[in-house]
């Protein structure tokens, strides 16, 4: 079995819609759904916004099943400006500003790429880097090339690290270097990284001009869901049988 893990439901929206028999998994409070795609045996959960959700749920989740791999995936901010809105990404390398480097299962990185994804470095944070500003200087501080900002994919990449299980980490693109978040959505992050949800509702609809906002970035979630599913399938269909447990590991 493998397990797909994405930070919002919204991201893991088309996966969920594509799975072969499907079927809702409650125990404790862990939530998941299982099924087929492309052949292999899968768990979808959303492991919720922000690291420390992040951690906790895909703990929660390698637990309960005897999964052989983990595949992250959502959506990331730009950090340098080769990286369009809408560009699919692999992590070839995963950070935490002042933390270590992780590197994903090398065969299950290849497929990613044979699929169409480009090699980047995701950076993850504890807030969101919501200004250009803000992400072009954390680019520079990294000294890294081609990358993206998240919330979770450093957690991802450590829990499943730990318990010796490969992993890969999927992305695309919502806001280029160049885009900022709206500032009213920022102001909805809670101080564990994750978006309260009701807040960014009663901020949207105070303001009439702010929903455009609002909208576009649904848009692109739902677009970013539909590529994500592809690759993800496209990967899955010739997923590696041969799965090298030693091959996620940490470089200080």
């Not at 080769?82 to 994903?104: I, W």
């Not at 270097?177 to 992050?189: D, G, M, R, V």
């Amino acid at each position: 079995m493998i397990a797909v893990v994405g930070g919002v439901r919204e991201e893991l929206h088309a996966l969920r819609a594509a799975l072969e028999s499907p079927r809702e998994v409650a125990r404790g409070g862990l939530r998941a759904v299982t099924g087929r795609l492309s052949g292999q045996d899968v768990v979808l959960a959303v492991a919720g916004d922000g690291a420390p959700q992040a951690r906790a749920v895909l703990g929660a989740l390698l637990t309960d099943f005897p999964c052989d791999a983990v595949i992250g995936v959502g959506v990331a901010g730009g950090l340098t400006d080769d990286l369009p809105a809408g560009a699919l990404v692999v992590g070839a390398e995963l950070r935490e500003p002042g933390g270590g480097v992780l590197v994903p299962d090398s065969l299950w990185r290849a497929k990613a790429e044979a699929a169409g994804a480009a090699p980047a470095s995701l950076v993850s944070t504890r807030a969101i880097a919501g200004t250009p500003q803000t992400k072009r200087a954390l680019a520079r501080a990294l000294g890294v090339g081609t990358a993206a900002v998240d919330l979770e994919s450093y957690a991802w990449a450590e829990t499943a690290s730990s318990k010796s299980i490969p992993w890969v980490v999927l992305r695309v693109i919502s806001d280029a270097a160049s885009e900022p978040i709206p500032a009213f959505l920022l102001a909805c992050q809670r101080d564990d990284g994750s978006i309260d949800r009701g807040l960014v509702a009663a901020k949207g609809l105070a303001v009439p001009t702010r929903l455009a906002a609002l909208l576009r970035l649904r848009r692109r979630v739902r677009e970013a869901s539909a590529n994500l599913r592809h690759t993800v399938s496209a990967i899955m269909g010739d997923a590696p049988r041969t799965l090298s447990r030693n091959a996620s590991r940490e470089a200080m």
